[in-house]
């Protein structure tokens, strides 16, 4: 019998594996004087966006060096709130100025095309459609509005929450809407007619200050899982000093199909986690503030399998398209740009 050939060799161009416990920054942009409040990455990868307590936007190529960068002027208040045209053509934030900005994000120079007054109060959270045709939006004012993206006209007002709403998402069937207040009350919408299906209570999420008589709560990220089946909120639990930050960090992983809350993802440290994305490897990655950290989690796990340390809190986490990166506005200035792999030789 004639002995089977070698197999071919692996070519040296082979991608990295992705490995959490080997996470390591790759690059990192700086501005100049105050914390970042948000980020994102553009759906095609090529561009990372920042927001910061300055009222501006700051844009770099993702592979780019920190002189490449890009300021954006519109906002006369914090921006907390990014999301794209599905093609990567349009940028839109959402500031507390009341308005919700929209970019050419193509242009050397991006100015807004509009600054269009969504809310009476700080509009928290706008999120896109999974076609692109919608962009939906939720205010101090305790509504959910649906825009529509080639005119900007208002589409539907979905009125409910008795306190902010803090976040909305598109679910993927592109049918429904889930959203989160200030209480720990979630809800998921009907597209078409604007009435309520669902509906449940985190109260675990929130807290009442007794000293400060405030309540403290709401979702500081909320995503769905790519096929829908999941939903994650990062928020807090544990309020016992809402202006000293003495509570901690949670994110709450509820099965949508289910209806039903599934593990509440905890962590060691005080604070807020501040960020939260499905990854498509199969486990969730979050950032949190004033800890500093990214925390891996499995789905079937409550208590992060890694964590990596950051140079400053955590406010806001994105994914590349294809998962080996993630970028992260921290407290500190800093716009780091991290990688799932071992470090190249």
Not at 54 to 62: D, Q
Not at 120 to 128: A, P
Request: aromatic share 12%; proline share 8%.
């Amino acid at each position: 019998m004639n002995p089977q050939p070698p197999p071919p060799p692996l070519s040296r161009d082979l991608p990295l594996s992705i490995n959490p416990k080997q996470t390591h920054v790759v690059r990192t942009f700086t501005i100049d004087d105050v914390p970042l409040t948000t980020c994102r990455i553009d759906p095609t990868g090529t561009f990372v966006v920042a927001a910061a307590e300055n009222f501006h936007i700051y844009r770099w190529p993702l592979a780019g060096p920190q002189s490449a960068r890009t300021v954006l002027h519109g906002h006369n208040s914090w921006v907390r709130s990014f999301d794209f045209s599905p093609d990567g053509q349009w940028l839109y934030s959402g500031g507390y100025d009341d308005r919700i900005g929209i970019w050419p994000l193509g242009d050397p120079t991006p100015s807004p095309e509009r600054m269009l007054v969504a809310h009476d109060g700080w509009v928290r959270w706008v999120r896109t459609s999974p076609d692109g045709r919608l962009l939906a939006s939720c205010g101090n004012d305790n509504l959910l509005k649906i825009w529509d993206t080639s005119n900007w006209e208002l589409v539907r007002v979905f009125s409910g929450h008795q306190r902010y709403p803090y976040a909305v998402v598109f679910h993927p069937d592109g049918k429904r809407l889930a959203s989160f207040d200030l209480m720990g009350v979630i809800k998921e919408w009907e597209l078409a007619t604007g009435k309520v299906t669902r509906q449940w209570e985190a109260k675990f999420m929130w807290g009442f200050d007794k000293k400060f008589r405030a309540d403290m709560g709401g979702a500081r990220d909320m995503r769905f899982s790519p096929d829908g089946k999941f939903l994650a909120v990062a928020g807090l639990t544990e309020v016992t000093n809402a202006f000293a930050g003495t509570h901690k960090p949670m994110v709450l992983l509820m099965d949508w199909e289910k209806g039903e809350f599934r593990k509440k993802l905890r962590v060691d440290s005080r604070g807020m986690a501040w960020g939260i994305r499905f990854h498509p490897d199969g486990f969730l990655v979050g950032s949190g503030s004033p800890s500093g950290a990214l925390w891996f989690w499995k789905p079937d796990n409550e208590k992060p399998f890694h964590t990596f340390k950051l140079s400053g809190g955590g406010r806001a986490i994105d994914l590349t398209p294809d998962g080996r990166q993630a970028a992260v506005a921290q407290i500190d200035r800093k716009l780091q740009i991290v990688q799932f792999t071992a470090k190249s030789a």
